[in-house]
């Protein structure tokens, strides 16, 4: 039997994997008014396992289905047990009192064994869920009623037990009307999201009295006894906007009775016990709460389309939301599965964005990637980053001799930050973009300017000493022929400090060597224009002063600042302050004859001269 409900279970799995199918459905070929649906050829690459892990564990970090207040179902049942397919009675199926000699009854014809059923599962919690935490598994316990009865019951022989009994020879047929109260667990499997299958067991007490009357007024002996049942059904899931979900579906049933506790005052039956199994097929309709997807299923659905980042970040949000889950242990394992996979999407995304030509995002990509990467995934992407590299080096010497310095500089510090090569290369680089801005500079004639830059490119990259060499030697020449207009004497020393470095590593020659003479020459004559200039510029300065004290006169009343204008400072200040606080001040100066002038301040004024 068990073989039996497996193999069902695997065809409808097989059936119904669309419905586990990924959230974004790639080319769908429907069947059957879209009943069965199959995917010929995904055009998404999975990570491998992911049709295992549809089959095997679809939903392992789905929601329970916490409640069920209500299933309902209706349905038709056949009484039997014995015999081919279990349509007669078992010949034991009645027990009669000791002294019974009469014929046994066997429930009459077929069509009297029908009948139908009622059956209320309520209230039903998830008890695993709230005790042992599990959710690939649910299982609910509620409260359950039964109803049952036959269609077209078959009369009892009376004629043959009342020559036994008068009491027994009464018109009436056999007919036990079942109400049952028990309890109902139910284990629930969802692997898809639009069926579950529902596996069920109850236990509890049926009472059920024996005749269908046709006089009212007859008493109806009345029994009572344990009852059992299992069932097995698929139910069909339709989704709501409220939190509440509804199922419909069918479910085979098997329920037995003991009713063996006979309560027959009157002795009008010779039956002290029967036992009834019944077979159904039944229409259910329930509603219930819970058994929606988490954010772990989500997670997992990242993971086996390879987005590893995302998957992740989900799957950790989950585990922190939901630390007592049955299936945390998986959800570590994917996490950590995610963990060593990121740097590999990130490679990847790198080669999509390296064939798009967005290198900026390619490197960006490598770079994080790199961070994690073990030592074969290293050797990959170091291969890719050092062929980007290399390109770029090159991009930046075209810009170099188009003259695009800051767009080559801008380059190359992008380059050199994954770059040991670039970042080795770079003083070369710096070196020729400051010899371009050079060669601009001596084109304008900014000697200075170009000197310095020459200067700078020489201390960066020594090996380009022979070029710069010969950009001095230029300049110095350039000089000389402009040595008339040229009278600051820091670009001729700057000039000269030049030649005389290069005079050092490579010697200047004859015509630069005349070049390099007449150059301190010109510096010589400036230098002796500057001092005299300077001279003759103090002693104007120094006649000013004194025609200003000649023809100037000192007051009383001339504040400080006026007297100082004529005279000067003097050769030392007296500070004393009177009983209020008010400034006073004797200024000293030198006269002829080893006399000194006084002058004497009160509140910053002029007030006594001597």
């Known amino acids: 039997m068990q073989l039996r409900i497996y193999s069902i279970i695997l065809i409808c799995s097989h059936i119904s994997l669309v419905y586990a199918g990924p959230a974004v459905e790639d080319s769908v070929k429907s069947y059957m008014w879209g009943l069965i649906k199959i995917n010929p050829k995904p055009k998404i690459q999975y990570e491998p396992g992911y049709w295992k892990d549809r089959i095997y564990h679809p939903r392992e970090f789905h929601h329970p289905i916490n409640f069920i207040p209500l299933e309902l179902r209706y349905g038709l049942s056949f009484t039997g047990g014995a015999g081919d397919y279990g349509q007669n009675m078992p010949t034991s199926w009645i027990k009669y009192d000791e002294d019974f000699g009469g014929s046994h009854f066997n429930a009459g014809k077929k069509i009297a064994k029908f009948g139908h059923q009622l059956d209320i599962d309520m209230l039903k919690l998830n008890i695993s869920n709230l ?46 009307k079942l109400s049952e109260f028990s309890l109902s667990h139910a284990l629930i499997f969802q692997w898809f999201e639009q069926f579950y299958l529902n596996m069920r067991y109850t236990w509890g007490i049926a009472r059920s009295k024996f005749y269908l009357n046709s006089n009212s007024n007859d008493n109806n002996p009345i029994g009572w006894g344990p009852s059992t049942s299992y069932s097995i059904g698929l139910r069909y899931i339709f989704e709501t906007e409220k939190n509440y979900r509804f199922a419909v579906g069918l479910d085979l049933k098997h329920s037995y009775v003991k009713i063996k506790n006979i309560d027959d005052p009157n002795d009008i039956t010779p039956i002290n016990r029967f036992d009834l199994q019944d077979y159904g097929i039944y229409l259910t309709i329930g509603s219930f709460y819970g058994g929606d997807l988490s954010s772990g ?76 990467a073990d030592s074969t995934l290293s050797l990959e992407i170091n291969a890719h980053l050092k062929k980007i590299a290399s390109f770029r080096m090159q991009d930046a010497e075209v810009l170099i001799s188009k003259g695009k310095y800051n767009e080559a500089k801008a380059l190359l510090n992008k380059t ?70 040229i009278n600051d004497p820091g670009e001729i020393k700057l000039a000269i400090v030049s030649l005389e470095e290069a005079k050092k590593l490579s010697g200047l ?33 120094e006649r000013y002063r ?65």
């Open 131 to 176: 005790i042992l935490n599990t959710s690939w598994l649910d299982m609910n316990t509620g409260i359950n009623y039964r109803y049952s009865n036959l269609f077209f019951p078959d009369t009892i022989p009376m004629n043959q037990w009342g020559n036994i009994n008068p009491n027994w020879n009464i018109n009436r047929k056999f007919s036990p």
């Open 297 to 372: 299923d989500n997670a997992k659905e990242y993971y086996y389309r390879g987005d590893f980042i995302e998957s992740k970040k989900i799957f950790e949000e989950f585990i922190n939301d939901n630390p007592t889950h049955s299936n945390l242990y998986r959800a570590k394992m994917y996490h950590q599965l995610s963990l060593k996979k990121i740097p590999y999407q990130l490679f990847k995304e790198g080669l999509q964005f390296e064939t798009r030509g967005m290198i900026d995002r390619a490197v960006d990509r490598y770079m994080s990637s790199l961070q994690n």
């Open 416 to 485: 050199v930050i994954f770059s040991k090569k670039a970042e080795k290369e770079m003083p070369r680089f710096e070196a020729l973009i400051m010899m371009g801005i050079g060669e601009i500079a001596l084109t304008y004639r900014f000697y200075d300017k170009a000197l310095q830059l020459f200067n700078d490119a020489s201390k960066k990259y020594p090996i380009f000493n022979r070029q710069i060499n010969a950009y001095r030697f230029q300049i110095a020449a350039m000089m000389v022929n402009d040595i008339k207009d």
């Open 509 to 541: 020659g004859t015509v630069n060597e005349k070049i390099y003479q007449e150059l301190k020459k010109r510096l010589t004559i400036i230098e002796n224009l500057s001092i005299r200039y300077g001279i003759d510029k103090r002693m104007e300065e």
């Open 546 to 610: 004194r025609i200003r004290l000649n023809s100037a006169t000192i007051k009383i009343g001339m504040t400080i600042p006026e007297v100082m204008d004529i005279i000067g400072k003097p050769i030392e200040i007296i500070h004393e302050q009177d009983l209020y606080g008010k400034d006073a001040q004797l200024w000293l100066y030198n006269l002829s004859n080893d006399k000194n002038l006084e002058l004497s301040f009160f509140d910053y004024k002029l007030f006594k001269i001597e």
